[in-house]
């Protein structure tokens, strides 16, 4: 009997990241790797809670058993979520 895969596969797992920071070229794994959220670039152990890298966010508790890997927000996701509060902030409502 055939089996029909009707949609789109899933994308394949990402097994060995490179880390985005600006002049960082290190790979890892997920496990060890701190994914933004927003978006998707991956940052090495030395990159997290650093300027120019990722900062660690805390999901629900119910979400931590369908992840793989440490979620965060990068610095420019970070920089531009907060300039458009700012914005927000100083526009006439």
Known sequence: MA????????APLLITPECEAPGCSV???QY???????????F?????DAEE????VR??????SSLSYYRGICARCRQASERA???EHLSPG
């Open 32 to 42: 060890t790797m701190v994914r933004c959220h927003r978006c998707g670039a991956w």
């Open 27 to 29: 790979t890892g794994d």
């Open 59 to 64: 999901p629900p508790s119910s979400a931590l």
């Open 53 to 56: 890298g990722v900062m660690l």
């Open 3 to 10: 089996i029909s895969l009707s949609g789109r596969l899933p």
């Open 44 to 48: 090495c152990p030395e990159h997290i």
């Open 85 to 87: 509060r700012t914005r």
